[in-house]
């Protein structure tokens, strides 16, 4: 079946390390995207990408960075310049004329 | 920019009561709308959607009409159930090449028995 795969489910985070959220979708969609979400505050988009080779900042891009090297994979690093990273992570895809698809998300926390 | 405004909740209902959740939005020209719900846990699932003046998304009992004239896009359901607990969100996206869905900050249903 096709879907988005998110992992890991749950990350755990030192103070000053980066971590990368992992974002594999086999739907064959173009566009993907990164949205964090936090308790009251709904989802905010970080960064997202139209076509490989090529993406855009989103409303809170500062201390993360992504990459898009192949159409598959859309991959989300948090940077040790994210002062808050504590959040629930979720990706999604869209293809032509499709809606959005939205992975299962992944929770990291700062410990 | 663009914006979606959702009603405060948390919402609590008892069984078999009526729910509505109201969204209003700010968007340049003639954006589509969407509902979406996410259960515990989980990423999010398209409930219902609308692309243009007048239409009505429906699915699983939920409907919303899409209200050019007051930007709104409300959610209602006749009769809720326990399992419809869960976190609402109302987006939108403009009609253009290159743009990604804006959320409204989500409300929380709860249902008891």
């Known amino acids: 079946d096709g879907g988005i795969t998110q992992s890991p489910k749950y990350l755990f985070r030192k103070e000053g390390q980066n971590v990368t959220l992992s974002c594999e979708q086999n739907l064959n969609h173009d566009a993907m995207y990164w949205y964090r979400q936090d308790p009251g505050q709904g989802l905010r988009l970080i960064y997202y990408?139209?076509?490989?080779?090529?993406?855009q900042k989103g409303d809170i891009a500062e201390g993360y960075s992504v990459s898009r090297e192949k159409k598959e994979s859309f991959p989300l690093t948090v940077t040790s310049a994210q002062k808050n990273p504590t959040a629930f992570y979720l990706c999604?895809?869209?293809?032509?004329?499709?809606?959005?698809?939205f992975g299962s998300g992944t929770r990291l926390t700062v410990v | 920019g663009d914006s979606v405004t959702q009603m405060e909740g948390p919402v609590t209902l008892s069984e078999e009561a009526f729910l509505t959740i109201n969204c209003t939005y700010t968007?340049?020209?003639?954006?589509?709308l969407f509902w979406y719900v996410q259960y515990p846990g989980e990423g999010l699932q398209l409930l219902l959607k609308a692309t243009k003046a007048d239409d009505k998304g429906s699915n699983k009992g939920f409907e919303a009409t899409y209200r050019k004239e007051t930007t709104s896009f409300h959610l209602e359901k006749g009769s809720v159930q326990v399992s419809d607990s869960a976190v609402y969100f109302c987006a939108l996206i403009r009609n253009q090449a290159g743009t990604a869905l804006i959320f409204g900050k989500g409300t929380t249903l709860s249902v008891s028995s």
């Open positions: 968007a340049t020209g003639y954006p589509s």
């Open positions: 990408s139209q076509i490989v080779n090529d993406f």
């Open positions: 999604a895809s869209k293809g032509q004329g499709h809606g959005y698809t």
